[in-house]
């Protein structure tokens, strides 16, 4: 069975910048695209940020397009969202999960998710 745990949620200044980070188990990690998504009060969850088991390919929502960078590290079974310049409106859960396949494309199925964080930037 597959686990992704988060962390690196928190509160910070509008501006300011923050690493959130997930940790995967259960299966070869590598394999197998990545990606964030969100949910902020009265909004469906959206997507944020994809990238490809390599690490060499990302897709990005165009809200958070040149503020926001994902990255992975294999060997820790770890993949990152680096949030810089960020906004009230970015407030929200925020969710890793792991998809079907190795597969990073915007819609894309996700066979798990982690607990959820919440990120809350004030004005």
């Known amino acids: 069975q597959v686990q992704l745990v988060e962390s690196g949620g928190g509160l910070v200044q509008a501006g300011g910048s923050l690493r959130h980070s997930c940790a995967a188990s259960?299966?070869?990690?590598?394999?197998?695209?990545m990606g964030w998504c969100r949910q902020a009060p009265g909004k469906e969850r959206e997507f944020v940020a994809a990238?490809?088991?390599?690490?060499?390919?990302?897709n990005y929502a165009d809200s958070v397009k040149g503020r926001f960078t994902i990255s992975r590290d294999n060997a820790k079974n770890t993949v990152y969202l680096h949030m810089n310049s960020l906004k009230p409106e970015d407030t929200a859960v925020y969710y890793c999960?792991?998809?079907?396949?190795?597969?990073?494309?915007?819609?894309?199925?996700?066979?798990?998710w982690g607990q959820g964080t919440q990120v809350t930037v004030s004005s």
């Open positions: 990238i490809s088991g390599s690490g060499g390919s990302t």
């Open positions: 259960g299966r070869t990690f590598s394999r197998y695209g």
């Open positions: 999960a792991q998809a079907s396949g190795n597969y990073y494309y915007i819609g894309v199925q996700y066979d798990y």
